[in-house]
């Protein structure tokens, strides 16, 4: 990646829950109602940025170890499950999003989605904003339960990530050359998904909640360098341009 120029970038992978749609609130609100049957309080986002962007029976894992839940991961994500339902119908398209992937799809730039979401929810959360939104993205879509993501290699490893370049490559015209790692961005919210990101080999596009920064208080740039990428508060401060779009 050090020697990849900002017009040599090629393709956009794109994270979904809290990047591209507003599902991490409801994340949120059902984690709260949740801990509030326990006795335990609303979710402190000292605990919330160590679950973004993770597998659901990973995630449930680190929720039960923060809060002494009498759940196994499998319980919780069942009962979540249960919860979510009714919410996901309200969710939608974080600011500059849906701008976004449509810009890109005008210009024909190849976009993918790798997301932590499992195939049952990534439907329900996107069944009402497909036209001019998810669709965009074709076939190019890889969740967390996704066949080719081996088992435990979810974010912060790069598998899912490097699965959806394959997607990508893999409709690329006769003659083309492959698109390499190194010619991606990768768009993220979380810091799992970051790591993830550079492990593959990208350039990394990070747009943290403002609540999540102020938990870190500087330590961003700590998972994050100049070189490996920049930090947004909106979507609506990327510029394509500036990287050849």
């Not at 992978?13 to 507003?22: A, E, P, R």
């Not at 997301?115 to 190019?140: A, P, Q």
């Not at 790069?158 to 409709?171: G, R």
């Not at 492990?199 to 747009?207: D, E, L, Q, T």
Request: one cysteine or more.
């Amino acid at each position: 990646m050090s020697g990849t120029k900002k017009n040599h970038y090629r393709a956009c992978l794109f994270d979904m829950d809290g990047l591209l749609i507003n599902t991490e609130d409801i994340y949120t609100e059902v984690t709260n109602e949740l801990l509030a049957e326990h006795g335990k309080g609303e979710l402190t986002w000292d605990v919330k940025i160590t679950l973004q962007g993770r597998p659901g029976p990973e995630a449930a894992r680190l929720l039960i170890e923060a809060y002494d839940l009498p759940y196994t991961p499998e319980e919780l994500v069942k009962a979540n499950i249960a919860r979510q339902e009714s919410k996901w119908s309200h969710c939608k398209f974080l600011p500059g999003a849906r701008e976004l992937l449509k810009y890109l799809h005008e210009k024909k730039v190849p976009i993918a989605l790798a997301t932590s979401s499992n195939r049952y929810n990534y439907e329900r959360k996107t069944g009402h904003l497909r036209e001019d939104g998810f669709d965009l993205f074709g076939e190019h879509i890889v969740t967390g339960d996704d066949e080719r993501v081996p088992k435990g290699r979810g974010k912060p490893y790069p598998d899912i990530w490097l699965a959806a370049l394959e997607s990508l490559n893999s409709q690329l015209k006769e003659g083309e050359e492959e698109i390499k790692p190194e010619e991606c961005l990768v768009f993220e919210d979380a810091v799992p998904g970051i790591t993830a990101g550079k492990a593959a080999g990208a350039h990394i596009i990070w747009v943290p909640d403002d609540r999540a920064l102020k938990v870190l208080d500087g330590e961003e740039h700590s998972h994050l360098t100049s070189e490996q990428g920049i930090i947004l508060s909106s979507l609506t401060e990327f510029k394509p341009s500036e990287y050849g779009f």
